[in-house]
């Protein structure tokens, strides 16, 4: 699958290990960036950072709720990491299917070589 | 650890730099490593239903190359290769795996991720066990580079997320 090299892509915001605890935090549910703080044990500039790479591809979605902003995971845009892995491990299936004949054959071969003995 | 199935081939993520795929299969260990390990073999099965395995060079020994090419639909070429590291005759394979993108800079043999396969027999079926162990900076570049093996850790670690968030 082709995919561009720049940053903004949702395969490039989870390259990195922070963001992806970042989601992990968000998969729990919506939160403050001051519960990010407190968990990962980050400055608050670094998880702005962080954050702002992961609202730039879309994973990650805020809303004002009075005078807090809240964060939340949006899945749909890790969609194309969701569909690219789901290819990957059709592939192997695929694999491991034509391996099954390939093993079938050799089977039935020794099969007969045992009974020409 | 994340898991996920599709078919009977199971990914999982031992660690963040590595992925484990597992396969049971209906034959003793010494054919599947036959099949594993002979070149006019593999073409029948690596390219899985996308095309066709054109070459594929196996040098059976520590330190012989291995490459397999193949021609996906629509023409495009797709090619890995690798170097055996160690061999144990139907019981392990640890070999290294690279990605020739034709588009980008190839990764330093240093930086390919090691592929260790193992055969293991229970009542005349074998699980064969498929254990990529990736550097965090190969793992980086492919993830930049993109290419089949691109972005898999990654991703495998965001598939529950992902899952949890559609419903």
């Known amino acids: 699958m082709a995919r561009a090299a720049t940053t903004a892509d949702a395969f490039n915001a989870v390259a990195e290990p922070r963001r992806r605890q970042i989601l992990d935090v968000l998969a729990g549910g ?9 968990l990962l044990g980050l400055a608050q500039p670094q998880v702005s950072k962080h954050l702002r790479v992961l609202r730039e591809v879309g994973a990650v979605d805020v809303r004002d ?21 789901s290819n990957y491990e059709r592939f192997w299936s695929e694999r491991f ?8 054959e050799l089977k039935q071969k020794e099969e007969g070589d045992e009974q020409d003995e | 650890m994340n898991r996920t199935s599709s078919g009977t081939a199971m990914v999982t ?32 099965w690596w390219s899985g239903h996308r095309g066709e395995v054109t070459i594929a060079e196996i040098d059976l020994r520590v330190g012989g190359a291995w490459r397999y090419v193949m021609v996906a639909e629509g023409g495009f070429e797709v090619a890995f290769h690798g170097e055996y590291h160690e061999i144990v005759p139907n019981e392990r394979i640890v070999m290294t795996e690279v990605y020739e993108a034709p588009e980008t800079q ?19 079926r074998t699980t064969l066990t498929l254990l990529v162990q990736t ?31 559609l419903r």
């Open chain 2, 106 to 124: 190839a990764l330093p043999e240093a930086d390919a991720p090691l592929n260790i396969v193992s055969f293991t027999e229970v009542d005349g």
């Open chain 1, 97 to 104: 299917d034509r391996l099954d004949s390939v093993l079938e």
């Open chain 1, 30 to 38: 919506e939160r403050p960036v001051n519960d990010m703080v407190r």
């Open chain 2, 135 to 165: 550097t965090g900076k190969e793992l980086r570049d492919t993830i930049i580079n993109s290419g089949m093996e691109a972005g898999m850790q990654e991703g495998m670690d965001l598939l529950e997320q992902v899952a949890v968030s």
């Open chain 1, 65 to 85: 709720v009075g005078r807090r902003r809240l964060y939340r995971l949006n899945g749909h845009a890790l969609k194309p990491i969701h569909d690219w892995v």
């Open chain 2, 13 to 44: 993520l031992p660690t963040d730099e590595q992925i484990l795929i597992t396969r049971e299969l209906d034959a003793p260990k010494h054919l599947v490593y036959e099949a594993y390990t002979t070149p006019e073999l593999v073409k029948r």
